[in-house]
């Protein structure tokens, strides 16, 4: 995959995942700088996603773990667990006291 590639499929995914936040209403603000999303919770805990260009992948850190996805056809798939990443997110908003929002993509 082409870096361009690469930024125009990580960004529609940060805008997916940020149009879902709003959509589900959910206390969750979301702050982007620089290729990272940060999610943060109203109990002030955070899921940061951050682009990782050099690799093509997608790193997520959660208040339990840290994960890294790599597209594997059409889905961001965690190089450990095989987790699909929106299911993962949907999940870790949902774990972190975020209440329910599904992430598209």
């Not at 109990?43 to 890294?68: C, M, Y």
């Not at 949907?90 to 929002?101: E, F, T």
Request: with cysteine; charged share 20%.
């Amino acid at each position: 995959m082409k870096t361009s590639e690469y930024h125009q499929r990580v960004e529609t995914l940060f805008n997916q995942l940020v149009d879902a936040i709003d959509s589900a209403g959910a206390d969750i603000d979301c702050e982007q700088a620089g290729g990272i999303l940060t999610l943060v919770m109203a109990d002030k805990s955070r899921i940061i996603l951050n682009k990782q260009e050099p690799l093509h992948q997608i790193w997520v850190a959660t208040k339990f773990n840290g994960h890294h996805f790599e597209l594997q056809g059409e889905q961001w798939i965690d190089n450990r667990s095989g987790a699909e990443l929106c299911r993962f997110l949907s999940d870790a908003i949902a774990r972190q006291g975020g209440g329910a929002v599904v992430v598209g993509g």
